[in-house]
């Protein structure tokens, strides 16, 4: 079985920081691209940052200076360092990673979102 577990949301003032994490269980697989998109009541969800296994990133351009994507490969997570948050930040917030696991299917998985709340 292969899931993705996030955590790290919550309430935070405008200017405020939070993290992000998003952990992938399941034995013998392979994590390719990564990436974090949210979701804004009544909005379509929208990419927020990606990176690939080679460290390559890519933000929106809502986010950029503000929001950094990392990951940790031994530990098969991906984070997001989100700064200076501001009230359009408010979202729910969806991890993504491209996996191979065992018999041999590649395919994208999703977290099951973590709320993201920018409010005073």
């Known amino acids: 079985q292969v899931q993705l577990v996030e955590s790290g949301g919550g309430l935070v003032q405008p200017g405020g920081s939070l993290r992000l994490s998003c952990a992938a269980s399941?034995?013998?697989?392979?994590?390719?691209?990564m990436g974090w998109y949210r979701q804004a009541p009544g909005k379509q969800r929208e990419l927020v940052a990606t990176?690939?296994?080679?460290?390559?990133?890519n933000y929106a351009d809502s986010v950029k200076g503000r929001f950094t994507i990392s990951r940790d490969n031994a530990k098969n997570t991906v984070y997001l360092q989100m700064n200076s948050l501001k009230p359009e930040d408010t979202a729910v917030y969806y991890c993504?990673?491209?996996?191979?696991?065992?018999?041999?299917?590649?395919?994208?998985?999703w977290g099951q979102g973590t709320q993201v709340t920018v409010s005073s």
């Open positions: 993504n990673a491209d996996i191979w696991s065992p018999p041999g299917w590649r395919k994208d998985y």
């Open positions: 399941g034995s013998g697989t392979i994590i390719y691209g």
């Open positions: 990176i690939t296994g080679g460290m390559s990133t």
